[in-house]
């Protein structure tokens, strides 16, 4: 039933099929091969069309009958990436499809020459120093066409492009919006749109046309904006729909996993996109940062020698490469790969936040401060790149900014156990005990994935004198790494048994101060602190013979904390 309520909600397959197919040929006749590659992605998951139901070619006009000759010549010079000649021989043409190209020609003229002039991605031409001259002419002439309501889609989402590019935004967003509803099929302009939606309030707002389109741009953006769950089911109704075989959709899964860490579920969906798709280079570079996390030598080192094959001048594979001497300490070559990266694509976000993390290996702050500074003007929504200027400037000592700059990676990752304690580390470095306490509580209860936030929030309890406090979260803390298996690895649960044995020492419960004491044994650094305590209750035991059930009685008078610890049980949780 419910997949019978999807399809009819994305209706006909075999009508998405036939506009998939119309929309490839206009975005190839244009040269937006990016959009054309996507659209063709997604026809080919579904099932092809019987010959009678292909869709017939587009209306040819009279104006295109008269521009046919120019068009053909100048899109061989454009294919050939000879901008300049294709809009020479495109001048004066009058059907919208020569005029795309013409203005499209100098757009991208104007991109290769500022690519040419910038000589090296840290060097000293930076960002606003080298720009598209070409831009300003295009935004007079296009802004003329768009008042006089002459643009088409295609048209439309170009104004849009050279808007953003020189950072009229919230002009760019309404020009996109207006190039969905003329021409809703058109990936590319959904996607600079996603670029410039900065939260789930401005997507809310935007008036976007009712096309079965909208749940792709809907799935991406929720990935975009940290929205894993929402991201995850809109994906899941798009393969229950009928989109199952959609290489695209699967990796875009994988990477909402990468995302939120579920790094096993990732890596799982990653390896059946490689046995799909094997000579696939998009997203490798995701799946190359899973790998390195999961320190997997001879996997990453297979992947960076398979793209190399592949392609060695594309920008995921020198990531990939970067990724593989990063994971071997060697930074230097690493740093070398990523800064290929940048001068293959100098947007790519990728490339500065690792090249960030690379020079941050290296001690070089300031390097490493500009990197991250770069992969924010690509995006603000990336949140490593706030939280490696957080990490610089912790570095270098100065916790003011290191503030400022955890709490955007907070804001973009509310959820991340991670951004919480370094935002509570900042609060306690600047004396600001009860914020730095809230920071860490709320850490744990996100699920502390580096299992750190119980320890901090305990040695803060510790250093304020809140004896009881301290002792509570290090008793959660020791529960939650034995219930991990992790506990003879850890090297802090010494520090927190070491406690809780005094404490319970201090409160004359001797049965659990002497379980505790026991534990300390098992670790090197506290088996002598253990050994002491045991001598010492084994002499308070000889002084005082008192009943078991008298050593609660202290518990019950009125200079007892009202937050008491209850004792410790440590039995079921043996190392």
């Not at 002419?137 to 170009?158: M, Q």
Request: charged share 25%; aromatic share 12%.
């Amino acid at each position: 039933m419910k997949m019978a309520a999807l399809c009819a909600e994305f209706g006909d397959l075999a009508q998405i099929k036939k506009q998939l197919i119309s929309v490839i040929s206009l975005c190839k006749e244009r040269g937006l091969l990016h959009s054309a590659k996507w659209a063709s992605e997604l026809a080919f998951s579904l099932d092809p069309l019987p010959k009678d139901k292909l869709p017939s070619s587009p209306p040819f006009t009279e104006e295109d009958a008269q521009d046919l000759d120019a068009l053909t010549l100048a899109k061989s010079y454009f294919d050939l990436k000879e901008y300049d000649r294709a809009a020479y021989f495109l001048k004066g043409c009058c059907s919208q499809k020569a005029y795309f190209l013409y203005m499209y020609s100098r757009y991208l003229s104007g991109e290769k020459k500022k690519d040419d002039e910038t000589v090296d991605s840290l060097g000293p031409l930076e960002k606003g120093q080298v720009r598209n001259e070409a831009l300003r002419e295009l935004r007079v002439e296009l802004s003329k066409k768009h008042i006089a309501g002459e643009l088409d889609g295609f048209t439309l989402y170009l104004y849009g492009v050279v808007l953003r590019k020189l950072d009229l935004l919230k002009e760019a967003v309404e020009v996109f919006v207006e190039a969905i509803h003329a021409l809703p099929l058109h990936w590319g302009a959904w996607l600079e749109l996603s670029n410039l939606v900065t939260n789930i309030e401005m997507l809310k707002s935007l008036s976007l046309p009712d096309c079965w389109i909208k749940d792709f741009f809907m799935a991406h953006m929720y990935t975009e904006l940290q929205m894993i769950k929402e991201a995850l089911q809109k994906y899941q109704n798009l393969m229950e729909a009928g989109f199952s075989k959609s290489t695209y959709i699967i990796s875009q899964i994988a990477v909402a996993y990468h995302n939120i860490r579920d790094i096993d579920q990732a890596l799982a969906l990653f390896n059946e996109l490689r046995e799909q798709d094997p000579f696939r280079i998009d997203n490798m570079d995701t799946f190359s940062n899973l790998l390195y996390v999961k320190s997997m030598k001879p996997e990453l080192s297979y992947l960076a020698h398979n793209l190399v094959e592949i392609d060695k001048y594309r920008v995921e594979t020198c990531c990939v490469i970067g990724n593989y001497y990063s994971l071997r300490s060697q930074h230097e070559k690493a740093a070398l790969y990523f800064q290929r990266a940048l001068k293959l694509n100098p947007r790519c976000l990728g490339a500065w936040t690792l090249m960030g993390h690379e020079y941050m290996e290296m001690k070089n702050t300031s390097a490493a401060i500009q990197a991250y500074r770069h992969a924010i003007e690509v995006n603000k929504r990336d949140y490593r790149a706030w939280y490696g200027l957080g990490q610089t400037y912790e570095i270098l000592k100065m916790p003011f900014y290191c503030l400022y700059y955890y709490r955007k990676a907070h804001q973009l990752r509310p959820n991340d156990s991670r951004m919480l304690v370094a935002l509570g580390e900042s609060y306690e470095k600047l004396s600001q005990q009860l914020e730095a306490k809230k920071c860490y509580w709320r850490a744990y209860s996100v699920g502390d994935v580096e299992k750190m936030a119980l320890l901090k929030l305990a040695k803060l309890h510790e250093q304020l004198n809140e004896y009881d406090d301290a002792a509570q979260c290090y008793m959660l803390y020791i529960q939650d790494i034995f219930s991990c298996g992790e506990q003879l690895e850890h090297a802090e649960v010494s520090t927190a048994l070491r406690y809780l044995g005094q404490y319970y020492f201090k409160n004359k419960l001797y049965d659990e101060a002497s379980l505790c004491a026991q534990r300390c044994c098992d670790y090197n650094d506290a088996r002598e602190e253990g050994k002491a305590l045991l001598r010492q209750i084994s002499l308070v035991r000889d002084q005082i013979e008192t009943p078991s059930a008298d050593l609660f009685a202290p518990l019950s008078n009125n200079n007892t904390p009202v937050r008491r610890v209850s004792p410790l049980n440590l039995i079921s949780f043996t190392p």
